[in-house]
């Protein structure tokens, strides 16, 4: 297992050589410098326990995609994530809300961190309204689908799997929600919250229809003779995906420290480690092994979704998100073991299915 998270290791060593420097050169003192190697230790650990579900839904959609896409998904992928996610989308909000250029919403994020965080914190209803859309659009549609016929928590999917015969019953479903939650908000915030929201459910249907016109394209290139080995419809959505992950760390690291370098650092870290993670599960297959992990993955999803929406309104602390999402995929894990060791021939026909 070692042998998929040497790379993280690695980076990590030279993201706490970063900080430690960065430090003594704010601090000028051991302690100063020790309080922010914490800071940026504890930011890694909350995008590990923000994200672990985001490894997983990863997982089960790398796992069906081409080698060359897989790889290009976990190079240039990853560079979006640290690169753009961590440190390009806080300053372009920065930029935007404050009619800032490029270099002085860097000058800003670096002199004036006070300013920096109430800026980047001053959009949270929209980041709030758009994340939390997709993901809920993510998780439910997982569930929304008549064709699922593996079930974990029984009694509420064979509903939902019902109710997906009515056509766009998930938008209707997260539109309702999001009316809950803008009249609880000042008009002005509402509109901003419905809006972005909107934007959310938009985006997550032009994903899937470039998804849809990808596979049909390649089907009829099939049909023809032709090899097709083409995932960008499956690249594109894993990184809105890791995006709207993203926005809820970006966000909640603000509450740890308003230094740009420190939480670039620890977020870093953390999306190295998530990284690590998925390509551990699609390269021993534990999603075919253990076969209610993926349904705990997605029903975190929804959850954090929620908890986004929600959040446009009410505080809810990261320590929260980051356990109910461990508690729903460990619960799930434990299940999946109960289940292959009840009935061992279930989990080797899954495995057969995915081979």
């Given at each position: 297992m070692l042998q998929f998270y040497k790379g993280s290791i690695v980076f990590t060593l030279v993201c706490l050589a970063?900080?430690?420097?960065?430090?003594?050169?704010?601090?000028?003192?051991?302690?100063?410098?020790?309080?922010?190697?914490?800071?940026?230790?504890?930011?890694?650990?909350?995008?590990?326990?923000?994200?672990?579900?985001?490894?997983?839904?990863?997982?089960?959609?790398l796992k069906d995609m081409d080698a060359i896409w897989q790889q290009r998904f976990l190079t240039w992928g990853m560079l979006i994530a640290v690169f753009g996610m961590r440190i390009v989308f806080p300053l372009a909000i920065v930029g935007i809300a404050a009619g800032l250029g490029p270099m002085d919403a860097l000058d800003l994020s670096l002199n004036d961190p006070a300013r920096y965080e109430v800026i980047v914190s001053?959009?949270?209803?929209?980041?709030?309204?758009?994340?939390?859309?997709?993901?809920?659009?993510?998780?439910?549609?997982?569930?929304?689908?008549?064709?699922?016929?593996?079930?974990?928590?029984?009694?509420?999917?064979?509903?939902?799997?019902t109710i997906s015969n009515i056509?766009?019953?998930?938008?209707?479903?997260?539109?309702?929600?999001?009316?809950?939650?803008?009249?609880?908000?000042?008009?002005?915030?509402?509109?901003?919250?419905?809006?972005?929201g909107c934007l959310g459910i938009v985006t997550f249907i032009g994903v899937e229809a470039l998804g849809t016109i990808l596979e049909m394209r390649e089907q009829a290139l099939a049909l023809q003779g032709a090899t097709v080995r083409s995932g960008l419809g499956g690249f594109l959505y894993l990184n809105i995906l890791d995006a709207s992950f993203s926005f809820d760390g970006v966000i909640?690291?603000?509450?740890?420290?308003?230094?740009?370098?420190?939480?670039?650092?620890?977020?870093s870290i953390g999306a190295m480690f998530v990284r690590?993670?998925?390509?551990?599960?699609?390269?021993?297959?534990?999603?075919?092994?253990?076969?209610?992990?993926?349904?705990?993955?997605?029903?975190?999803?929804?959850?954090?979704?929620?908890?986004?929406?929600?959040?446009?309104?009410?505080?809810?602390?990261?320590?929260?998100?980051?356990?109910?999402?461990v508690v729903l995929i460990g619960a799930s894990l434990w299940w999946s073991i109960r289940h292959k060791r009840r009935f061992p021939q279930d989990n080797s026909e899954i495995a057969a299915t995915a081979d």
């Open positions: 970063l900080g430690a420097w960065y430090g003594w050169e704010q601090t000028g003192t051991l302690a100063g410098t020790l309080s922010l190697l914490w800071i940026v230790l504890v930011l890694s650990i909350l995008e590990v326990s923000l994200s672990f579900d985001n490894a997983v839904v990863n997982a089960s959609v001053s959009a949270h209803v929209g980041i709030a309204g758009f994340g939390g859309t997709f993901l809920a659009m993510v998780g439910l549609s997982f569930f929304f689908d008549g064709e699922k016929d593996v079930h974990w928590i029984a009694w509420l999917e064979q509903h939902l799997r056509k766009a019953a998930e938008i209707a479903l997260v539109l309702i929600v999001m009316y809950l939650v803008s009249t609880l908000l000042t008009p002005e915030e509402a509109l901003t919250f419905m809006v972005s909640g690291a603000f509450a740890l420290s308003n230094q740009m370098v420190v939480i670039a650092l620890g977020l690590s993670m998925t390509i551990m599960l699609v390269r021993q297959g534990t999603l075919a092994e253990y076969r209610y992990l993926e349904h705990g993955a997605f029903w975190a999803i929804v959850a954090l979704g929620g908890i986004m929406l929600l959040s446009a309104k009410f505080h809810i602390p990261e320590t929260v998100t980051g356990l109910l999402g």
